[in-house]
């Protein structure tokens, strides 16, 4: 489950970083328009500091003109004073002189000049001009301006700005009307003093107005920037991040900042919940099976890094549905979570258990060192679901099968591992309850060889590519064909000939059979037919029948119409049903057989010794003979053991009043111990292979009063006579048979 965080008012969230330039992480709320807080601060206090530095260069040169100016004039003022006070004294423009020189001397001035009520210059510290006009000095200034201002200084306007020109009326008391008294100062020296101290002005502002506006920053970005970008932090990772760093004081982004926390940490506990639910099984409390997908990618994932095996292991229990049906759903449901204990208890750490479908359970088993390992584990799965337990006042033995596939030899992803284990699984249950199979790949091939040749089969009928062999059976004691068995072959196209335990399997299993066996049934009865006719020896043909065919009720009702279709005496026909399928479902398999054998059909069963049949079954079906298995007969040469079972086999057939067959016959040897244990026929390569209809007639035909065409086979009939008693060639009427 997702760890929720929750954040309070006093703490800001630090996770995921943020771009360098204040990008957010994801998309969500970074559009290509998206604009940081912090740069529109700084864009905001650029812009201020800009203008406060614009605005303080201004304010320098403002001060510095009216610096200059004010200087300037107040000189001028204490000058003109000076001059003034001088001309009162004076008698004669001559007394001016020495004031005027002096004045002049100082390094400030460039001239001095006073003039009388008619303009003419009387004094001055430059000899030229004595006796000029004083308008040439005052330029645009006229005298009239001078004398609407009597006590006034009035600046002159000078073109090159090196000097300040000022005039201002006097008192002349030997001219007996005011004059004017003039002075030009030098600028150029003040002015670069007052510029040096303007420009120093200037730089110490905007070095404050930066230095302010850094330190706005720096307090806006703790306040403000810092607290809104961790929130939108987040937000961006709705929650994801965890609060740390203190807020401040509670404002704004501290009530924003808690409610979005709120809504993440209910937000994040309701998806918690929702995925808890949806990946987990409600009745056994057990993950489900999408929690075990996605932990086989992960355990996947981890093996692939490590480089190990993780072992995938389907397990389904036998026959639930009966308990369903028989017992109720709720003893259904007891099972399923006895089950879901016992799977748990058994898991090793870091195993993985769910439940994957109804009565389906999976386990992972990480870190196993071989195939083998997940076998053995399967099997303590096994064993410890099939121990009995109580449900009610029922004592019940629950089997379960398995299904296993390695990670990596079996598959490389979760899908194709679990699809293998359920192919292992269903192999499992062919197998019998309490099986475990381990997926191989050939399982995989036979499954899609299975399925090509299910597709085939069915156009296999339409176009005649299916042929019946004939294999002779031979009396052992005589060295007459006592009959022939029918065995089906597939003359495929492509293929070449396949032999029936290739297709007759997948005929049984998508319920192809039933067409199949009336086609045998038909042609095995057409052709012995035909050879009657043409003279040949008569003989039976045995056909074998089915698991299916036996458990349909209208087997027999087929056999005899078949039969009356060609017109050939049941006694010529014989079935030959396997131990193992006459033991399943017995009671309805001795109604057919019994049925059959009324018809005056043979019966014969077939791989007998393998089937574990029950003596109490076998003395009720009404049988004509027992074949034994080759198995044991390829090992009756080997060992004196190898003799035991055959021998059993024949006394108790004998026992039962049955005849007694042996398959798969290679050499006189092995032909010879059977005579000698009393075995009745044999039929096997050594007595004729399966022939083709053509060849068998052939056979038949250079069996001349129906003896063995093979001389060593005659000779070993003639030479070694039974002494074992020969049972009536008359089917003898089994105890409890209907025939
Ligand atoms: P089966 O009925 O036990 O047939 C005997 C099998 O043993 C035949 O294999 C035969 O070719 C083989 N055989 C005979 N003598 C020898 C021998 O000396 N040595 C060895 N190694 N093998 C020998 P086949 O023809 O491949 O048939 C296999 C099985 O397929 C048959 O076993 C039978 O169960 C089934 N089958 C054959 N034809 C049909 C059919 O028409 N319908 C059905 N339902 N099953 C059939
Ligand atoms: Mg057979
Ligand atoms: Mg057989």
Redesign the pocket.
């Known amino acids: 489950m997702r760890a929720a965080t929750r954040g309070t008012s006093e703490s800001v969230v630090s996770g995921a970083p943020a771009k360098p330039d204040g990008a957010p992480a994801s998309g969500r709320t970074g559009p290509a328009g998206f604009f940081p807080v912090r740069r529109k601060v700084l864009v905001l206090l650029s812009f201020v500091g800009a203008t406060m530095v614009v605005l303080s260069a201004f304010f320098v040169l403002h001060l510095y003109n009216t610096q200059v100016k004010d200087r300037s004039r107040s000189r001028a003022e204490s000058f003109t004073e000076v001059l003034a006070y001088a001309a009162k004294q004076a008698k004669s423009p001559t007394d001016l002189e020495a004031i005027v020189r002096a004045l002049a001397a100082t390094s400030r001035i460039e001239l001095v000049a006073v003039a009388d009520s008619g303009g003419t210059i009387v004094a001055t510290s430059q000899q030229d001009w004595r006796g000029l006009g004083i308008r040439r000095l005052l330029e645009r200034r006229p005298l009239d301006v001078l004398a609407s201002t009597p006590d006034g200084l009035v600046d002159g306007a000078n073109p090159d700005g090196r000097y300040s020109d000022f005039a201002r009326q006097i008192a002349l008391p030997f001219s007996k009307a005011p004059g004017i008294a003039f002075i030009r100062l030098k600028t150029s020296a003040s002015v670069s003093a007052q510029r040096a101290a303007a420009w120093s002005l200037l730089v110490w502002l905007t070095a404050g107005v930066i230095i302010s506006v850094l330190t706005i920053s720096l307090v806006m970005q703790r306040i403000l920037v810092a607290p809104i970008e961790a929130l939108r932090v987040f937000a961006d990772q709705r929650g994801a991040s965890r609060l740390l760093t203190p807020l401040g004081p509670p404002d704004e982004v501290s009530i924003v900042a808690e409610a979005l926390s709120d809504a993440f940490f209910a937000t994040s506990q309701g998806e918690a919940l929702l995925a808890d639910l949806a990946e987990t099984d409600g009745l056994t409390g057990l993950g489900n099976r999408s929690h075990f997908k996605a932990k086989l990618d992960r355990e996947i994932a981890k093996a692939t890094r490590r480089g190990g095996m993780v072992g995938v292991m389907v397990l389904n229990l036998d026959k639930f549905k009966d308990i369903n049906d028989t017992l109720g759903h709720s003893s259904g449901d007891l099972i399923l979570q006895r089950t879901a204990e016992i799977l748990k208890i058994c898991q090793r750490k870091g195993d993985t258990v769910a439940r994957l479908g109804a009565d389906e359970f999976g386990v992972i088993l990480a870190n196993i060192e071989t195939p083998e390992d997940s076998v053995e584990f399967a099997n303590r799965f096994i064993r410890a679901v099939g121990a009995p337990f109580r449900v009610g006042a029922h004592e019940l033995h629950q089997t379960a099968c398995v299904g296993l596939t390695i990670f990596p030899q079996d598959g490389r992803d979760g899908e194709v591992l679990l699809k293998n284990a359920d192919l292992a699984l269903s192999r499992a249950k062919q197998e019998g309850s309490g099986a475990s199979v381990l997926y191989r790949h050939e399982l995989h091939l036979r499954a899609m060889e299975r399925n090509s040749i299910e597709r085939d089969l069915r156009t296999a009928l339409a176009q005649k590519q299916l042929v019946?062999?004939y294999?002779p059976k031979v009396d052992i004691h005589t060295g007459r064909i006592s009959g022939a068995?029918?065995?089906?072959?597939w003359r495929h196209p492509e293929r070449g000939l396949i032999?029936?335990?290739l297709f007759?399997p997948v005929a049984e299993q998508c319920g192809f059979?039933t067409e199949?066996?009336q086609w045998?049934l038909g042609e095995a009865c057409r052709q012995n037919r035909a050879w009657q006719q043409a003279g040949l020896t008569k003989i039976g043909v045995a056909?074998?029948?089915?698991a299916v065919?036996l458990r349909r009720p209208d087997l027999s009702d087929i056999v005899a119409g078949t039969l009356i279709a060609h017109s050939l005496s049941p006694q010529y026909l014989d079935l030959?049903v396997?131990e193992s399928m006459v033991m399943r479902d017995v009671d309805v398999v001795i109604g057919t057989l019994r049925r059959l054998r009324s018809l005056g059909v043979g019966i014969g069963i077939?791989?007998f010794g393998t089937g574990y049949s029950s003596l109490a079954y076998l003395k009720r079906f009404p049988v004509k003979q027992l074949?034994i298995d080759?198995s044991f007969v390829r090992d009756i040469a080997d060992t004196r053991d190898g003799q035991i079972i055959p021998k059993v086999i024949v006394d108790l057939a004998h026992a039962l009043g049955v005849s007694v067959l042996a398959?798969?016959?290679?050499d006189a040897n092995q032909l010879e111990i059977l005579r000698s244990l009393g075995c009745d026929e044999a039929?096997?390569?050594?007595l004729g292979?399966?022939m083709e209809a053509d060849e068998f007639e052939a056979f038949l035909r250079r069996a001349a009063d129906g003896m063995h065409p093979d001389a060593t086979v005659r000779e070993i009939m003639a030479v070694a006579p039974s002494k074992a008693k020969v049972v009536p060639k008359r089917p003898v009427r089994m105890p409890g048979s209907a025939a």
């Open positions: 019946l062999f294999q068995e029918a065995l089906i072959r032999p029936p335990d007759i059979i199949v066996t045998v056909v074998n029948v089915s065919d030959e396997t077939d791989d074949k080759r398959e798969g016959v290679e039929q096997g390569y050594f292979k399966p």
